[in-house]
């Protein structure tokens, strides 16, 4: 589909003149693609669940523990509850680093990168709650 686009000059950011309007290819496909969409109604009220179970050790006791989240699509920025999950993380992730809340460099795990509490707030700035529930605690036998 980008070959595409790119073939037809669609991406190009030289203005043209259409009328008494001037724009570029690029900036008629975002506002015709963007008026299409919101025509046809493609955004839609839903919601996404996410659970994740831990199973680990605690002051050498095995435990589990379960993190829950439901995250709804987001009218005022005519986003799928999908793709707010995804770009809000990525966005704080960002903030994080521009702050310098992040001072690790190189290719890093999230879990190892990203301080979990500092993260779980940001998201819950952005109304994205996660409910964390310790399942059990069992002290080790031998």
Do not use: C, H
């Not at 005519?78 to 993380?89: A, I």
Request: no cysteine.
């Amino acid at each position: 589909m980008m070959d595409v686009l790119i073939s037809l000059k669609l991406l190009s950011s030289d203005p043209f003149r259409l009328g008494d309007i001037e724009l570029s290819p690029r900036e008629y496909l975002e506002k015709y693609l963007t008026a299409t969409i919101k025509a046809v109604g493609v955004y839609r009220e839903e919601q996404k669940a996410l659970q994740v179970d831990i199973f680990g050790k605690r002051d050498g006791n095995r435990s589990a523990w379960r993190y829950e989240t439901v995250v709804a699509s987001n009218r005022e920025l005519d986003l799928s509850s999908s793709s707010y999950w995804t770009s809000v993380p990525l966005s704080i992730v960002a903030a994080m680093l521009a702050r310098g809340d992040i001072n690790k460099t190189g290719v890093l795990a999230p879990e190892t990168a990203v301080e979990p509490v500092l993260f779980l707030g940001e998201l819950e700035t952005f109304g994205i709650r996660v409910r964390e529930e310790e399942l059990e605690t069992r002290q080790d036998v031998g």
